[in-house]
């Protein structure tokens, strides 16, 4: 049965702190006893108004985390068989573990009580407006008895685990390539890939690494559930052209130095391409990230577990295709502004490295941007 919120009289909010075990699939999953306060006093029974006080329900333990998505976990326990007959709702407290590094300013997040009847272990929890991506939280819970006037007798709290949710998987992603695919607009010609960066980058890419650029981990930029940040290894290229030239532009937020490389030394039949993620940074302008790897490749492989795969030569963001004689062609799209992540080492040998004309526009820098979470357009009905 999907769980409730609990009603108004039946919440309070309880401190809680907790101590590091592991849990498969890269989840993490901890525990610790109840030391001092609801539901983190296991002594202490709840002093709520309009709940009882009954000893003799029994307390769940060895809590089990499992089936985690970035949206939902399946949750179960061991108890007693006394009075387990007696057991008519489950309560479970679930948070948000606090983040050191959270804005002080920001309102805290109010804690979830749901209430679930007690149907048969283990339960699925779910809900996008309390869980939200790759984020951990902490969940205990009680047994309790409904009277015949409403109000409840409830056992003691059980120990508190911590679990964190899971990224976005192909489905949610195929969504937001989706709604991506809605605004994309018309096609536009390209024939290169550039990077910009300062100088000193390309200076120090000559002297340290033999004049190859190499991989770096994404940032994490974009949707908080994206699988890609913080883990993908890759090279930031952009395409966008102008419209009236069709040329690259002559302003970057990145740096006033370019390194130019031919569309088909990245892009051509031996890669696959994969939708990353559609965002917003709370202005007009819609990003797709898209990721351009060599087939067979680390990323290639990386990808083909968590990515959608698009055709080369038929989607709304990036094609290439070739003409009667043999030459590539290719194109963008218009109304979005793709960032291309290209996952195995690039010479500077197979391009140029020139000074632009134009401005170095910070503004418009998505180095570790977040993700508008109130766009209708780059959002989907699950945690952000």
């Given at each position: 049965?999907?769980?409730?919120?609990?009603?108004?009289?039946e919440?309070?909010?309880?401190?809680?702190?907790?101590?590091l075990?592991?849990?498969?699939?890269?989840?993490?999953?901890?525990?610790?006893?109840?030391?001092?306060?609801d539901?983190?006093?296991?002594?202490?029974?709840?002093?709520?108004?309009?709940?009882?006080?009954m000893?003799?329900?029994?307390?769940?333990?060895?809590?089990?985390?499992?089936?985690?998505?970035?949206?939902?976990?399946?949750?179960?326990?061991?108890m007693?068989?006394?009075?387990?007959?007696?057991?008519?709702?489950?309560?479970?407290?679930?948070?948000?573990?606090?983040?050191?590094n959270?804005?002080k300013?920001k309102?805290k997040?109010?804690?979830?009580?749901?209430?679930?009847?007690?149907?048969p272990?283990?339960?699925?929890?779910?809900?996008?407006?309390f869980?939200?991506?790759?984020?951990?939280?902490?969940?205990?819970?009680?047994?309790?008895?409904?009277?015949?006037?409403?109000?409840?007798?409830?056992?003691?709290?059980?120990?508190?685990?911590?679990?964190?949710?899971?990224?976005?998987?192909?489905v949610h992603?195929?969504?937001?390539?989706?709604?991506?695919?809605?605004?994309?607009?018309?096609?536009?010609k390209?024939?290169?890939?550039?990077?910009?960066?300062?100088?000193?980058?390309?200076?120090?890419?000559?002297?340290?690494?033999?004049?190859?650029l190499?991989?770096?981990?994404?940032?994490?930029?974009?949707?908080?559930?994206?699988?890609?940040?913080?883990?993908?290894?890759?090279i930031?290229?952009s395409c966008?052209?102008?419209?009236?030239?069709?040329?690259?532009?002559?302003?970057?937020?990145?740096?006033?130095?370019?390194?130019?490389?031919?569309?088909?030394?990245?892009?051509?039949?031996?890669?696959?391409?994969?939708?990353?993620?559609?965002?917003?940074?709370?202005?007009?302008?819609?990003?797709?990230?898209?990721?351009?790897?060599?087939?067979?490749?680390?990323?290639?492989?990386?990808?083909k577990?968590?990515?959608p795969?698009?055709?080369?030569?038929?989607?709304?963001?990036?094609?290439c295709?070739?003409?009667?004689?043999?030459v590539?062609?290719?194109?963008?799209?218009?109304?979005?502004?793709?960032?291309?992540?290209?996952?195995?080492?690039?010479?500077?040998?197979?391009?140029?490295?020139?000074?632009?004309?134009?401005?170095?526009?910070?503004?418009?820098?998505t180095?570790?941007?977040?993700?508008d979470?109130?766009?209708?357009?780059?959002?989907?009905?699950?945690?952000?």
């Open positions: 049965m999907m769980p409730s919120t609990l009603k108004e009289k919440l309070k909010t309880w401190g809680r702190t907790s101590s075990a592991k849990v498969g699939r890269g989840n993490t999953v901890k525990t610790k006893q109840q030391q001092g306060g539901p983190g006093q296991a002594g202490n029974k709840s002093q709520d108004s309009g709940i009882a006080e000893e003799e329900l029994p307390v769940p333990h060895n809590i089990k985390i499992s089936n985690i998505t970035c949206d939902s976990f399946k949750i179960s326990w061991d007693d068989s006394k009075a387990k007959e007696r057991i008519t709702h489950y309560f479970i407290d679930l948070n948000k573990k606090e983040n050191k959270s804005n300013f309102h997040d109010v804690p979830t009580k749901l209430v679930a009847k007690a149907v272990l283990p339960m699925t929890v779910r809900g996008h407006w869980l939200s991506p790759r984020t951990e939280y902490t969940v205990a819970v009680q047994t309790a008895s409904k009277q015949v006037d409403g109000d409840y007798t409830v056992s003691e709290w059980s120990e508190i685990i911590e679990f964190c949710t899971a990224d976005y998987s192909k992603l195929t969504q937001l390539l989706e709604k991506a695919e809605v605004i994309a607009g018309r096609m536009l390209f024939s290169v890939f550039y990077r910009n960066q300062h100088k000193e980058y390309f200076d120090y890419i000559r002297e340290q690494h033999g004049s190859v190499q991989p770096s981990v994404k940032d994490n930029s974009g949707s908080h559930g994206s699988p890609i940040s913080g883990k993908l290894e890759g930031f290229f966008h052209t102008e419209f009236n030239t069709g040329k690259p532009p002559q302003d970057s937020p990145y740096g006033r130095y370019r390194f130019d490389i031919t569309a088909e030394k990245l892009f051509n039949p031996n890669t696959n391409l994969y939708f990353g993620d559609f965002y917003c940074m709370y202005t007009a302008y819609h990003y797709v990230i898209l990721v351009l790897a060599p087939v067979g490749s680390l990323g290639d492989e990386f990808c577990q968590r990515l795969q698009l055709n080369l030569q038929d989607n709304k963001f990036l094609t295709t070739e003409e009667e004689d043999g590539m062609v290719y194109h963008h799209a218009q109304d979005v502004i793709l960032e291309v992540i290209y996952t195995d080492p690039v010479s500077l040998s197979l391009g140029t490295v020139a000074e632009i004309t134009g401005h170095q526009l910070m503004s418009l820098s180095a570790n941007a977040k993700k979470p109130s766009c209708k357009t780059c959002n989907i009905s699950v945690g952000r």
